[in-house]
């Protein structure tokens, strides 16, 4: 079964840097891109990016832009997503997702299980 | 593109039917998808291109609409159903979401 499973939690000072780890199974890790999303506490959802887990092409949403890089292993079938200069801000559940195989359909089928990010001085 | 869900917080009774809806700040087509997310948990696909639902959901979850107005319906609320839903566009980059809509017991 489709599985993805993400790094634990983190909890880090103002201006550092966090990676998260995703390490999906059950499906050919190439054969599709995995998106990261974030959930701050009693809040929305926010998409991050997205990243192509064959090529390691990625498109980051603009907020971001400079700030996130998402990159992947194939050797150990690992995606990251590091976020550099945290603020408070950035406090939140950060999920990783499967995007669907339907064409130009960019919903997500599958997620892992979320890795909290802290934030505090 | 801004979506808006509505209404904020919807209280139905068990077995009866409920309406949520979404509206996009410009026409997304039919590239809209729906998630319910239950407290602790990533959100779970329910329906993507606006009226397909995922695998597994079950068929009272429906979905409808097209361009700037979307509703889900759950035609007979079972007591799982509770929890919150987020309709999601991915039209235009970048993919955004509605602010949730929470579903509670009356």
């Known amino acids: 079964q489709v599985q993805l499973v993400q790094s634990g939690a983190e909890v880090n000072k103002p201006g550092a840097s966090v990676k998260v780890s995703c390490k999906p199974s059950?499906?050919?890790?190439?054969?599709?891109?995995i998106h990261w999303v974030r959930q701050a506490p009693g809040q929305g959802l926010e998409w991050l990016g997205r990243?192509?887990?064959?090529?390691?092409?990625?498109d980051y949403a603009q907020k971001f832009q400079g700030r996130v890089t998402m990159t992947r292993d194939t050797s150990l079938s690992t995606l990251y997503m590091e976020l550099r200069r945290l603020e408070s801000d950035d406090t939140a559940v950060y999920f990783c997702?499967?995007?669907?195989?339907?064409?130009?359909?960019?919903?997500?089928?599958?997620w892992g299980q979320g890795t909290m990010v802290s934030v505090s001085s | 593109i801004v979506m808006t869900q509505s209404p904020a917080t919807l209280s139905v009774s068990p077995g009866d039917r409920a309406t949520l809806s979404c509206r996009a700040s410009?026409?997304?087509?039919?590239?809209l998808a729906w998630y319910q997310q239950k407290p602790g948990q990533a959100p779970r696909l329910l329906i993507y291109g606006a009226s397909t639902r995922a695998t597994d959901i079950p068929a009272r979850f429906s979905g409808s609409g097209s361009g700037t107005d979307f509703t889900l319906t759950i035609s007979s609320l079972q007591s799982e159903d509770f929890a919150v839903y987020f309709c999601q566009q991915y039209n235009n980059w970048p993919i955004t979401f509605g602010q949730g809509t929470r579903l509670e017991i009356k």
């Open positions: 410009q026409s997304v087509s039919s590239n």
């Open positions: 990243i192509n887990s064959d090529s390691g092409g990625t």
């Open positions: 059950g499906y050919t890790f190439s054969e599709y891109y």
């Open positions: 997702a499967r995007e669907t195989d339907t064409s130009n359909c960019h919903a997500f089928d599958f």
